[in-house]
């Protein structure tokens, strides 16, 4: 026994990771050690559960790492501050945090002294790649093993085999795969993987309560959430879960992602994220009050581009702290308060409030008064601003032929 071959498991408690456990350790005859690498998602209820779920499929051991912390402060701010969603829909809620759970995962592996590593992604998921890709740059003397991709297995071989392994529990909620983190939940099942099909109502983990309308104000110091209603947090992770409690209970923030994966085909997922969506959605609102022209363009290509690279298991490529550090320079003057309207499944920016509001300005006001030109100043300034133009027709009609030379 004291021969064994140690792996570490990413251990999420879903059906690919509980198989997992049992087929490394009773038919590959490792010492399975699991770890679960925390983002935000799990009450420590529901943290107590997984470790007793680990350890009743056969885990040697079991260990909780909370890596929330981390995982704002070195992906959401940034996200939010790049105003990110992925085809302008999913604020990347399982794709970000992938990337931390994977780093926190081989540290322990190292850390314990693992021979392998294992994790449940399938063959036909970004996962695969987001945790392998990881593993390999931070510990490429570590064997990856991965059952459930090399086996091409299906959830119902699982489930019986995880039956016939003695292993009881609900399997009928093991129809929906839900990863559940601090920046969202991801949900996918049987209606994702068809394009005309949607997730029904009982998919969703937070159910509707709310009917009518409330007033909420999301306030930022720096691009950088501060306040919930009159509310100060100096706990950023704490603001993000008011915003969500406030959001969800309205359906906010439900939509089906499609997109292009790591591995070249399209994917599809539910998602819940009312927290994600509102806060982006006051932030940009914001943005468009204290920021200029060139700084919300130049944004909107660094944050698609930095949500691209994150989405696609990027992260430790060198070139994400050069966009981070613009994306930080850029939230200066992102202070101010934005009130929203919350409504069963949806919501109304109502305004800003903000010392640095571009709009509160001794100019003038758009449309109805000039204070810091003259008439013929606007006369002048569109005269020369026209003239490349100007020289460009100039030419193509001194250079037009006649219809009768045709």
């Not at 680990?54 to 909780?64: D, E, P, V």
Request: hydrophobic fraction near 35%; aromatic fraction near 10%; charge should be negative.
């Amino acid at each position: 026994m004291d021969n064994k071959k140690k792996v570490v498991l990413a251990f999420s408690g879903g059906l690919d990771t509980s198989f997992c456990v049992k087929y490394l350790s009773e038919d590959l005859g490792y010492e399975v050690h699991t770890a679960i690498a925390n983002t935000g998602g799990f009450t420590p209820e529901e943290l107590a559960i997984i470790e007793d779920k680990a350890y009743r499929l056969g885990a040697k051991s079991h260990t909780t790492l909370d890596v929330t912390g981390d995982y704002y402060n070195k992906s959401i701010k940034y996200m939010v501050a790049g105003n990110v969603l992925r085809n302008g829909t999913y604020p990347i809620s399982v794709s970000s945090e992938r990337i931390f759970q994977a780093m926190a995962t081989i540290e322990y592996a190292k850390s314990i002294g693992a021979d392998a590593i294992a994790h449940g992604s399938t063959g036909a998921g970004n996962d695969q790649v987001r945790f392998d890709l990881t593993f390999q740059i931070l510990a490429p003397e570590i064997e990856i093993i991965t059952p459930t991709r090399d086996m091409t297995l299906t959830r119902e071989y699982e489930i019986d085999y995880l039956k016939k392994h003695g292993y009881e529990a609900d399997f009928k909620k093991m129809e929906y795969s839900i990863n559940k983190g601090l920046w969202g939940t991801s949900i996918g099942g049987r209606e994702t993987l068809h394009s005309e099909q949607t997730l029904p109502e009982s998919a969703y983990p937070s159910q509707i309560t709310e009917k009518g309308e409330e007033h909420i104000t999301i306030s930022f110091e720096k691009g950088e959430i501060s306040a919930v209603n009159g509310k100060k947090y100096t706990d950023k992770i704490a603001a993000i879960r008011k915003v969500e409690e406030l959001g969800s209970k309205f359906g906010i923030g439900r939509d089906m992602h499609i997109g292009d994966t790591i591995i070249g085909i399209k994917g599809r997922v539910g998602f819940e994220a009312a927290g994600p969506i509102l806060i982006i959605a006051a932030h940009k609102m914001l943005e468009k009050h204290t920021l200029t022209k060139w700084q919300q363009y130049w944004k909107d290509q660094i944050g698609t581009w930095y949500g691209m690279f994150l989405h696609e298991a990027q992260y430790l490529e060198p070139v994400m702290r050069d966009m981070e550090a613009f994306l930080e320079s850029s939230q200066t003057n992102v202070t101010g308060t934005v009130e929203i309207i919350l409504r069963p499944y949806g919501y109304t920016l109502v305004g800003v409030d903000s010392p640095y509001d571009l709009m509160k300005t001794d100019f003038g006001e758009y449309g109805e008064v000039n204070k810091a030109w003259s008439a013929d100043d606007v006369k002048g300034f569109t005269k020369i601003l026209g003239n490349q133009m100007k020289i460009f027709y100039n030419v193509q009609k001194r250079n037009a032929k006649p219809d009768n030379d045709k």
